[in-house]
């Protein structure tokens, strides 16, 4: 259990370390230097924040069954 919480603060910290680095799709760049509308259709940074929020979640739902099944078997042995 320590060792998936410890995976969860890291995944936490990289996913807003991927979020600062990520482009957000269809962002216009104001003023425009060109002198017309820029698009960003977005990067590979989008993907790798998806891949580590589903990563952490599945950490946390891993946490709590683990913590349900700790807390069942703590009550039998009472």
Same mark, same amino acid.
Do not use: C, H
């Given at each position: 259990?320590?060792?998936?919480?410890? $995976?969860? $603060?890291?995944? +936490?910290? #990289?996913?807003?370390?991927?979020?600062? =680095?990520?482009?957000?799709?269809?962002? +216009?760049?104001?003023?425009?230097?060109? *002198?017309?509308?820029? @698009?960003?259709?977005?990067? *590979?940074?989008?993907?790798?924040?998806? =891949? #580590? #929020? =589903?990563?952490? $979640?599945? #950490?946390?739902? $891993?946490? +709590? =069954?683990?913590?349900?099944?700790? *807390?069942?078997?703590?009550?039998?042995? @009472?």
């Amino acid at each position: 259990m320590i060792s998936d919480i410890t $995976l969860i $603060l890291i995944f +936490t910290f #990289l996913i807003s370390l991927v979020n600062s =680095i990520r482009e957000i799709p269809d962002s +216009t760049e104001y003023p425009p230097l060109s *002198g017309g509308i820029v @698009e960003n259709a977005g990067n *590979g940074w989008n993907n790798a924040y998806y =891949i #580590l #929020l =589903i990563i952490q $979640l599945i #950490l946390i739902i $891993l946490l +709590t =069954i683990s913590g349900i099944k700790t *807390g069942m078997n703590y009550k039998r042995t @009472e």
